[in-house]
């Protein structure tokens, strides 16, 4: 060994000393990193690589009650955009010129669209081929935006039963935080309003999810699981398509008629028909309508503003369960069975109507709409012909009975409550007692007793009493049913893929009103009357099936009167039955009678050319 | 008779830890290029790296090392003729920021792998003048002079990486000539002083005169990034924060050979060259990383023994050189990897793929085999 190497030994070993240092650093360091940290960063890797995305059950469609089909889906191409384009103004003028829509236009579509806190934000739907290829192929000039492949609904009968049908739209944070959405994502098509809301669970189907491998510049390298989406089911409504097209018609026809007879006004109402045996709704109109295809993709805001706004008139109501009328005359039939219940009337009684009604002291008189008088007036032809003073003599007699006897009659035939119609939105209606005058008035001490006038006001349908057109059906098809009330219903049944029924509706009984026979069958007489001899009789003149009813006309304040008319038929076997309201559409109920009987006529196959189903319903 | 002195001129256990090393590498660089487009062609390159540079080795082992002791004048003459050739215009050729590759008859080389070694020799033979102890002044700034012109020629490039590679050569070798504790000291106060100034002023300077002054902007994000991976979360954070998952991703036995997503799937950057560890890190796990480590620490046991038995001052110093020139690369390369070091390109010995780098290591074992032969009592 040289002596040189001895002296070498030394800063030889401060060398090895510093390499096995710098070993030992680099092995604790590896050792936090993979055994004590490893299992975060195995996280963050599959992180990388794994992607979840999510397939869309094509939603189910809604049939009419024969299948015809009333809500079907498309495939579309929708572009997509990110918040962050705004920040973009290159990119938003690239992407304006391109889709031909002005840059505030896109933004207004980002900014107002309901799921501002999601990524992102449908700018247009139904893009062509050439604006999808276009951005496909050009990424890097449309960094924010992407095409997708998505399904919407689209109405083959454009606006035909709009709002039985109802509307869809991106499900709302509130919905998503909400218990009855617990499986759905941000950015889920939902149904929010119509029988697309009520029925959701049914059409929504369960969303697949395929899970991805993807590389660093997100291409796809294999799938490694795949759950197929679950489609939605068919909902077949109780809706006959025929039955609606003739109900709409009639409504906008009666608007007419309405004009010619000085009420240009008329522009709002509803129809409903009922078939008295089972509940089932065939056709449930209400004017003025919308466009459901106006939300797909997200609804615009000035389309938005335009059929909500104050003047707008409020389209998108179904005046059929949420619009809250007087009954005016088409109330006397329950009125005057509540007096023969309670023996303030009978077959055998009469009142005089000398045109006006004075009991109540001369301050307080009252008119009978036939100024001239009735004369003597028995029960039916007070009916028949509509004989106010025979009512308020009724009304009367409840009030100075003390009790609210009146108003709790009614109710027992479901005025002042929901009738329970499987769609979402309908209002109870009010029936007016002196409990709800005080809280009504709560701020008027002045206003809140119970005045004699309030009942008197009442046993003719007007005052503070509401029902809605559905409500007016259903207790008169109750009438026609012998008092049994049922449960009125839009859902028909659900069918598998092979054709089976896999749910179905079944009648359910409603409010359980108690009477005589014998008075009920007198109020029978009497509505029948009403189409023979009565108010009603012009209207129905020489129809072939024979059918009763009652004719209305609303007093409203600040407008023209409301006419309306609820009849069933036939009459021997009543089948069907239909109320109608046109708003100001003039007095003594001949438009909305009218309309009715060509509903009817529908029903009963009387007249064809509207009845396109090639069902029989005069069987 | 004949026979048995040639075994005995060669080092076995150096040769079996190349060996190893090598093997290991191969199979690392086809797990990382599995998957991208021509992989089997960058194998077959990395294979015909290692054969080319077993020429250099041979010729280096059968040299006598002795005949470069007092040629350092040539050598360094020699080294800025390599570190200056990728300016040549016509063979020069510019990649990834640095002009520090040539193209001869067809190849690309890194003139600047070469200059390392030539380098290690030029100072072994100047410090091995002083006979084990530098303490004039004189002679340490002529050292450090000798030192910063390879250095100083490698930074314009630029590439800092090598540059620092160089550093660790000088200091490695002069600790080992007899540079006084004092010195080191000194140096590293310098050091210290001098990179804390560079990377205060720089901001300071680059604001006053609007334009990168010292250090251009990304450089000085890609050199702090190690620190904070935000400050450059587009490239060299994000190359960090991915060779790091796939690292720490790796677990205790890893997510075996050719099965590592983050190498895979690209998410890892340069996975086949600077950051070939971590895909050894992910596919081996916490197991393959020791292995290698330990393998590194074989070879360098090794090349100690060599440089503690070599017959003069002059072999120890080569073998030195090549020791430290190692270890700084294995720190800085793994450190880099791992989130320790700054992120510099530099590559992992025996392991990379790069033909030039290679090459170079190659001939450095060639040297410690031409060591070893002419040791004392042969």
Redesign the interface.
């Known amino acids: 060994?040289?002596e040189?190497?001895e002296?070498?030994?030394p800063?030889?070993l401060?060398?090895?000393a510093?390499?096995?240092g710098?070993?030992l650093?680099?092995?604790v360091?590896?050792?936090t990193?993979?055994?004590i940290?490893?299992?975060?960063?195995?996280a963050?890797?599959?992180q990388?690589?794994i992607r979840e995305v999510t397939l869309i059950a094509p939603r189910g469609r809604i049939l009419d009650r024969n299948g015809a089909v009333l809500v079907d889906n498309r495939a579309t191409k929708v572009v997509l955009a990110e918040r962050s384009l705004l920040d973009d103004g290159v990119a938003l003028k690239r992407l304006s010129d391109l889709l031909g829509i002005p840059t505030t236009a896109i933004e207004s579509r980002i900014l107002s669209s309901p799921d501002v806190a999601y990524a992102s934000h449908v700018v247009m739907t139904d893009a062509s081929d050439g604006v999808v290829a276009y951005i496909s192929e050009h990424p890097d000039l449309f960094p924010n935006i992407s095409v997708e492949a998505r399904t919407v609904r689209t109405y083959p009968n454009g606006t035909l039963a709009a709002h039985v049908l109802g509307y869809t739209g991106t499900i709302s944070s509130e919905e998503l935080e909400s218990e009855g959405f617990i499986d759905y994502n941000p950015g889920d098509i939902v149904g929010k309003s119509g029988a697309e809301s009520q029925f959701e669970t049914v059409l929504q189907g369960d969303r697949g999810v395929r899970t991805i491998?993807?590389?660093?510049?997100g291409r796809l390298?294999r799938v490694i699981d795949s759950v197929d989406p679950e489609p939605g089911r068919d909902v077949r409504l109780t809706i006959d398509i025929g039955v609606q097209k003739v109900a709409e018609e009639a409504l906008s026809e009666a608007f007419s008629a309405a004009a010619g007879l000085g009420y240009p006004q008329a522009d709002a109402g509803a129809a409903v028909a009922i078939d008295i045996q089972t509940g089932e709704v065939l056709a449930l109109a209400s004017a003025p309508t919308f466009n459901p295809e106006q939300f797909i993709g997200g609804i615009s805001s000035e389309d938005w503003d335009a059929i909500t706004a104050k003047g707008s008139g409020y389209p998108l109501t179904n005046r059929a369960i949420s619009s809250g009328y007087a009954p005016a005359s088409t109330f006397k039939a329950f009125v005057g069975l509540a007096g023969l219940e309670s023996g303030y009337a009978s077959s055998g009684k009469s009142w005089t109507c000398e045109g006006s009604w004075v009991k109540m002291g001369t301050q307080w008189k009252k008119m009978c709409w036939k100024h001239s008088g009735h004369g003597s007036v028995g029960f039916e032809r007070g009916i028949a012909e509509s004989c106010d003073v025979v009512f308020y003599e009724i009304g009367y007699d409840f009030y100075r009975s003390g009790e609210e006897k009146l108003q709790e009659y009614l109710r027992t035939w479901g005025y002042g409550s929901r009738t329970g119609i499987d769609l979402p939105g309908e209002i109870s209606g009010r029936v007016p007692d002196a409990a709800w005058k005080k809280e009504f008035n709560a701020n008027y001490p002045e206003y809140q007793r119970w005045l004699p006038g309030d009942t008197v006001n009442m046993s003719i349908g007007q005052g503070d009493v509401l029902a809605t057109p559905l409500q007016i059906a259903v207790t008169y098809a109750g009438i026609a049913n012998d008092g049994k009330v049922l449960v009125p219903h839009v859902f028909k049944d659900v069918l598998s893929e092979n054709g089976k029924t896999v749910i179905e509706s079944e009648v359910k009984e409603g409010a359980t009103p108690e009477f005589d026979q014998g008075n009920l069958d007198l109020v029978q007489r009497a509505l029948r009357r009403v189409v023979t001899n009565g108010t009603a009789s012009s209207a129905f003149r020489s129809m072939d099936v024979a059918s009763a009813g009652k004719t209305g006309t609303a007093q409203v304040a600040g407008k023209e009167d409301f006419a309306l008319y609820v009849g069933y038929a036939p009459y021997e076997d009543p089948k069907y039955c239909v109320a109608v309201v046109i708003e100001q559409g003039g007095g003594g109920g001949a438009v909305a009678s009218s309309a009715a009987r060509k509903v009817l006529s529908a029903l009963l196959g009387l007249d064809t050319g509207y009845v396109s189903t090639g069902v029989d319903y005069s069987r | 008779m004949r026979e048995r002195k040639r075994l005995y001129f060669v080092n076995w256990p150096l040769v079996f830890v190349v060996i190893a090393l090598l093997a290991f590498g191969l199979l690392m660089v086809r797990s990382a290029t599995t998957g991208i487009t021509g992989s089997s062609g960058m194998l077959r390159r990395q294979m015909l790296g290692i054969a080319v540079g077993l020429i250099p080795l041979a010729i280096a082992w059968r040299l006598d090392y002795r005949m470069f002791k007092g040629a350092h004048v040539p050598l360094m003459v020699l080294n800025a003729v390599l570190i200056l050739a990728p300016r040549i215009p016509g063979i020069g050729v510019t990649a990834k920021g640095a002009t520090s590759w040539i193209v001869l008859f067809g190849q690309q080389f890194q003139p600047s792998e070469l200059a390392k070694i030539v380098t290690i020799l030029a100072l072994a033979s100047i410090i091995e003048r002083y006979?084990?102890s530098i303490e004039d002044v004189w002679d340490v700034v002529k050292l450090v002079g000798v030192l910063l012109i390879p250095f100083g020629l490698i930074l314009t490039q630029p590439d800092l990486g090598t540059g620092l590679v160089f550093l660790a050569i000088g200091a490695?070798m002069m600790?080992?000539g007899?540079l006084k504790a004092k010195w080191f000291a000194i140096a590293g106060l310098i050091a210290v002083l001098l990179v804390g100034s560079v990377l205060l002023l720089d901001p300071v300077l680059d604001r006053r005169a609007g334009r990168d002054v010292l250090l251009k902007d990304y450089q000085m994000d890609r050199l702090l990034v190690f620190v904070d991976e935000t400050r450059d979360p587009q490239n060299s954070g994000h190359n960090l924060r991915?060779s790091?998952?796939?690292?720490?991703?790796?677990?205790?036995t890893g997510k075996g050979l050719g099965s590592g997503?983050?190498g895979n799937?690209?998410?890892l950057p340069e996975a086949e060259t600077d950051f070939i560890f971590a895909v050894l890190?992910?596919e081996l796990?916490?197991t393959g990383?020791?292995l290698l480590?330990g393998l590194?620490?074989a070879l360098?046991?090794v090349a100690?023994d060599i440089?503690?038995?070599?017959?003069?001052?002059f072999g120890?110093l080569v073998v030195?050189g090549v020791?430290?020139m190692w270890?700084f690369q294995?720190?800085e390369n793994?450190?880099m990897t791992?989130g320790?070091m700054p992120i510099t390109g530099i590559p992992l010995p025996f392991m990379s793929f790069g033909s030039s780098f290679m090459v170079a290591n190659l001939t450095a074992v060639g040297m410690l085999l031409s060591v070893w032969s002419r040791r004392?009592g042969t």
Not at chain 1, 213 to 217: F, G, K, L, N, P
Not at chain 2, 244 to 252: M, N, P, R, T, V
Request: glycine share 12%; aromatic share 6%; charged share 20%.
């Open positions: 060994m040289l040189q190497n002296r070498l030994r800063r030889l401060v060398l090895g510093l390499f096995v710098v070993l650093l680099l092995l360091r590896l050792w990193m993979q055994v940290g490893g299992a975060e960063y195995v963050q890797a599959e990388n690589r491998e993807v590389d660093a510049v390298r | 006979k084990g490695g600790l080992v007899g991915q790091k998952i796939a690292i720490g991703s790796g677990e205790l997503t983050q799937l690209r998410f890190g992910e796990g916490f990383a020791s480590l590194y620490l360098l046991m100690l440089a503690s038995r070599s017959r003069d001052m120890s030195v020791i430290s270890t294995i720190l793994i450190g791992v320790l004392v």
